[in-house]
């Protein structure tokens, strides 16, 4: 797949990311709340923040799937990322999610990453996903068990201690992938 789908919930617009997103998504970066629980648990300079939107895009034409820009319909404003990640050398298909700061709190996260999840499964026939998240991010703990996944255990991730979550499959989909 290389063109990234279009995704639309009631009040999100999932979709590819794009150069003119840079300016935005680095300051996202920039915010060491935001960034507190990603990578190394700091704020990451704009060459960071591009090489993330590499990435994302990147995935999107080598394995058909990815990560989306997350952006307020009413207002076509960026307000973060959701999808599904998969860079060589990770522990399996993580449904990850990044909003900036000021977009949390409103269930925008949860509108997110239900409509990348189910695309994943629908589309695609993805099964089992991943949810990394550090023991500490209180928010994104919360949000792994509202979406129904279950807590596996503690992993060693990228240099760091996280909790493993487990999306459990939905019953495959005839005529799809993996399904």
Do not use: K
């Amino acid at each position: 797949m290389s063109a990234v789908p279009t995704l639309s919930t009631p009040r999100l617009r999932l979709r590819g990311f794009t150069a003119h997103d840079l300016d935005t998504w680095a300051g996202v970066c920039a915010d060491a709340e935001v960034m507190q629980h990603i990578g190394a648990g700091g704020p990451v300079g704009r060459d960071a923040a591009w090489r993330h939107l590499a990435l994302y895009l990147g995935q999107w034409a080598m394995r058909g799937y990815g990560v989306w820009a997350v952006e307020l319909r009413a207002e076509r404003r960026l307000i973060g990322s959701v999808g599904v990640l998969h860079p060589e050398g990770w522990p399996g298909m993580e449904l990850s999610w990044l909003l900036a700061r000021d977009a949390w709190g409103q269930g925008y996260a949860r509108e997110a990453a239900l409509a990348a999840r189910s695309f994943s499964r629908d589309a695609l026939g993805v099964g089992e996903l991943i949810s990394l998240i550090r023991p500490d991010n209180t928010r994104s703990l919360r949000l792994a068990e509202t979406l129904g996944a279950v807590n596996t255990g503690p992993i060693e991730f990228m240099g760091a201690s996280a909790l493993r979550y487990l999306h459990p499959a939905a019953a495959p989909v005839a005529g799809r992938l993996g399904g």
